[in-house]
């Protein structure tokens, strides 16, 4: 099994399997984030899916969760917090 560094835990643990998307965003992935990281990712983005009931074939719903992607896991911000007073819209 091979192991990342993982950028966003710091810590030596399993890396993906394969990238979890086509091009240069799944590669970083792979290369930065471990599997670990990557399942918590997944569990925030449903829950912004459903809260903001976004619709992840629509392309500005892509937008927003390819940029929590790049910000949360491959960048240094911050998760986005799920705001209960806008539930079923994102502001943009």
């Known amino acids: 099994m091979s192991t990342v560094r993982c950028r966003r835990c710091e ?10 998307f086509k091009g240069e ?5 792979v290369e930065q984030i471990c599997r ?10 449903t829950l912004l899916i459903n809260h903001y009931g976004l619709d992840p074939r629509d392309r500005k719903s892509q937008e927003f ?4 992607i790049d910000d949360v896991l491959l960048g240094d911000g911050e998760a986005e917090q799920v705001d209960t007073s806008k539930k079923g819209e994102i502001e943009w």
Do not use: F, K, M, V
């Not at 810590?11 to 399997?17: C, G, V």
């Not at 670990?36 to 983005?45: A, D, M, S």
């Not at 969760?65 to 929590?68: E, I, V």
């Open 11 to 20: 810590e030596d643990a399993p890396r993906l399997e394969r990238p979890p």
């Open 25 to 29: 965003r799944g590669e970083r992935i």
């Open 36 to 45: 670990n990281c990557w399942g918590e990712w997944l569990q925030h983005q």
């Open 65 to 68: 969760l390819y940029s929590q």
